[in-house]
């Protein structure tokens, strides 16, 4: 088992930054593939962001490329997501998924094994 707590989700200005942290405890978290999803009302769950478990590879929504960078310390058992430039469109709840399935599968809910309860990123315009 993996249990996944994300801080960090607020009330931010359109064009200002958040930094999301997800904290994992449990089974060794440098095993995992780790995930970022956001859910708004009334939507689907969204692929933001994935990370392998060395973080040597990325991959990114074209929603939020170029805007938003993620990155871990396997020291820490921590995934980071740090946003920019915030849109009217990004909010959502952000939740961090750990997972252990091939590259190919990392943008699917799917792949992932365990999730974080989630935070809420709210944008002002």
């Known amino acids: 088992q993996v249990q996944l707590v994300e801080f960090g989700g607020g009330l931010v200005q359109a064009g200002g930054s958040l930094r999301l942290s997800c904290a994992a405890s449990?089974?060794?978290?440098?095993?995992?593939?780790m995930g970022w999803f956001r859910q708004a009302p009334g939507k689907e769950r969204e692929f933001v962001a994935a990370i392998s478990w060395s973080g040597s590879r990325t991959y990114y929504a074209d929603s939020v490329k170029g805007r938003f960078t993620i990155s871990r310390d396997n020291a820490k058992s921590t995934v980071y997501l740090q946003m920019n430039s915030l849109k009217p469109e990004d909010p959502a709840v952000y939740s961090c998924a750990a997972g252990g399935g091939p590259p190919t599968t990392w943008r699917l809910p799917s792949a992932y094994d365990y999730w974080g309860q989630g935070t809420q990123v709210t944008v002002s315009s």
């Open positions: 449990g089974r060794t978290f440098g095993n995992y593939a």
